[in-house]
């Protein structure tokens, strides 16, 4: 067996996020976005989703999802997997 050896994977990223994105002023959607509620989550999960409403990555859902706890589908909020009941 040979000794474990640190390698890198790849190379850096050829576009880094370096600057946030000028969202459209006039967008419906974009205003439905950042006006979502992002509350019953953990620090590090509530943290990625501020991340991404602010480069531009957050997709709202189009179907509610299922909760986790009680298999029912209705987790309305994107990246959540909790429903509101629970």
Sequence with gaps: PQPATKRKKGRAPAHQNAFAFKHNPKSKK?????NSPNIHVCRRCHDKIEWRKKYRKYKPRTQ????????????????HTICTDC
């Excluded at 974009?30 to 950042?34: F, G, Q, S, V």
């Excluded at 509610?64 to 909020?77: D, E, I």
Aim: aromatic share 4%; proline share 5%; net charge positive.
């Design 64 to 79: 509610p999802g299922k909760c986790n706890l009680c298999l029912q589908r209705n987790v309305k909020a994107a990246y």
């Design 30 to 34: 974009t205003d439905a976005i950042l």
